[in-house]
């Protein structure tokens, strides 16, 4: 079962939510996002790096092509995408685990591309297209913390 179900009707409606949801992350957290093309990833990833202040002169786009891109604001942001990284069999070939020992928070495009890669995440969330311009969002916490979280967000 999820801890939250989030229904947003516009592009600026998803950055909002993960702008307010950044706030409240700390160095170490990782996200795991989950969700076909086109489903709202990238865009909630603009959020949070907004909610992490990371200045716009940072465009934060897709990381397809490079596997990870870091910005730097409050705390950093290592954004990584693993579409094209279907090979993987484990995350020590990203690094991930050194990431997630450093001081920022890690969010992750396509966290379920391989089986054999299993994603330390604390939030989980999948996105669901459900019209044009509607996507849902499923949100896991899986610490006391993060469920706490996603129970008295203010949406
Ligand atoms: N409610 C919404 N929330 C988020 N994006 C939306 C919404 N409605 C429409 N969109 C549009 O859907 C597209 C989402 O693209 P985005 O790059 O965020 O997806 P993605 O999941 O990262 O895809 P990919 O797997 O290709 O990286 C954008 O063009 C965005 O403007
Ligand atoms: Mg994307």
């Not at 865009?43 to 909610?51: E, I, S």
């Not at 610490?143 to 706490?148: E, I, P, T, V, W």
């Amino acid at each position: 079962m999820q801890d939250l179900i989030f229904d947003s009707t516009s592009d600026s409606m998803t950055q909002k939510f993960a702008k307010k949801l950044a706030k409240h992350l700390k160095q170490g957290d990782c996200l795991a996002l989950i969700g076909d093309f086109g489903a709202g990833k990238t865009t909630f990833v603009k959020g949070l790096a907004k909610g992490l202040r990371i200045g716009c002169d940072q465009y934060v786009s897709s990381p397809s092509f490079v596997i990870l891109k870091v910005y730097q604001g409050k705390l950093p942001l290592y954004h990584f995408d693993l579409y094209r990284l279907s090979h993987l069999k484990d995350f020590d070939d990203i690094g991930l685990d050194e990431f997630l020992s450093g001081r920022g928070v890690s969010v992750v495009e396509w966290a379920d591309r391989t089986e054999n890669l299993h994603i330390p995440w604390g939030l989980r969330i999948e996105f669901i297209v459900s019209g044009q311009s509607s996507r849902r969002l499923k949100l896991y916490g899986r610490s006391a913390r993060l469920k706490k979280i996603l129970k008295n967000i203010k949406l």
